[in-house]
């Protein structure tokens, strides 16, 4: 018990500071290369806070457990977009990108929709994995595409502070090499604390007799979920709206292609019936609420924040009867 505790408390140390420097190198990065940070935050920061459900996932399925890898999925984006969304505007409120509104909110939507006739025979074969992944692989040609036709946006908060010798740390190679190494050791803090806290709360959720489906849903897709919430939380003190918000939807539309992708490739997955009736129809409604929520004003209030968060606790009370 006391060795699970200090693992616990060390992996949510170790996420504080890989949040922070996966947000700074990402930032930094963005204004050096031109680039926007929601375009940023929809690919190298939700990739990189993505790290721990991969590899939940991965080792779920080739160990024959495929149902912790679908209710990890599909748990950890119920958790992004009602815990972690919904906690991040409590605390400070979310501008939203209008073209996030416009664009990458629909995608989800669309690549969430798309999932059900992937999960509706109950089984995810390695042609369902190919399909997934080359969906991933034309939307992030897609945003690609897009950021090359949009003018890089001012970087906000403390970031907007720095000066061009500090973003490019005195030298442009430098600079790059300098916050492209804070990027990677963000997510790799971020993916050692994710896991640290995941193999305490699972192993606890074990001795309490829970099963694969259930840990996944829960103690797992929350535990991997930390990624999201530390940097979308520091995104958001940072007056970083634009990778919070990127990242919670980046980390979405990755969870469904790239991670069950990869994971039904290292070994085809069974699907629990329950899915079906249960964890696929909750998270499309909140997938769905998410549009409107963002939609009004461009700005996720406290009350907004407070709304899907208490969304999320009322599917997991019908979830869970």
């Not at 996030?100 to 089984?123: A, C, H, K, N, W």
């Not at 994995?129 to 949009?150: C, D, F, K, P, W």
């Not at 005195?170 to 803090?189: D, K």
């Not at 309490?208 to 103690?219: A, D």
């Amino acid at each position: 018990m006391t060795s699970a505790v200090l693992l616990l408390l060390g992996g949510v140390g170790i996420l504080y500071f890989g949040a922070e420097w996966l947000v700074r190198g990402s930032v930094t990065l963005a204004r050096s290369m031109g680039l926007s940070p929601v375009f940023v935050g929809l690919t190298v920061v939700s990739f990189g806070t993505s790290a721990p459900e991969l590899v939940v996932a991965s080792l779920a399925s080739f160990e024959g457990t495929g149902d912790l890898a679908v209710g990890n999925v599909l748990g950890s984006n119920l958790a992004n977009v009602g815990l972690i969304l919904g906690l991040t505007a409590l605390i400070q409120p979310l501008r939203v990108e209008a073209k996030v509104v416009q664009r990458e909110i629909p995608v989800l939507i669309g690549i969430t929709l798309l999932f059900y006739p992937v999960i509706m025979s109950l089984d995810i074969s390695r042609f369902d994995a190919v399909i997934l992944l080359s969906i991933l692989v034309g939307y992030l040609l897609y945003i690609a595409r897009a950021a090359q036709n949009e003018k890089a946006t001012a970087v906000l908060g403390e970031y907007e502070k720095f000066t061009d010798e500090e973003v490019t740390g005195g030298g442009e190679t430098l600079g790059l090499v300098r916050n492209l190494g804070l990027v990677v050791a963000g997510a790799v803090a971020l993916t050692f604390g994710g896991k640290a806290i995941v193999d305490s709360a699972t192993r606890l959720a074990v001795l309490m007799g829970f099963s694969p489906l259930e840990i996944g849903l829960t103690v797992v897709a929350v535990g991997t979920s930390l990624p999201e919430l530390a940097t979308s939380l520091v995104a958001a003190l940072r007056k970083e709206a634009d990778i919070a918000v990127g990242n919670i939807v980046g980390s979405n539309i990755f969870n469904l292609t790239a991670i069950t992708g990869i994971a039904s490739l290292v070994r085809p997955i069974e699907v629990h019936g329950s899915v079906l009736r249960e964890e696929y129809p909750a998270t499309l409604l909140l997938t769905l609420a998410f549009l409107p929520i963002a939609r009004t004003g461009y700005v996720i209030s406290r009350f907004e924040g407070g709304l899907l968060l208490t969304m999320y606790v009322v599917i997991w009370i019908l979830v869970f009867h």
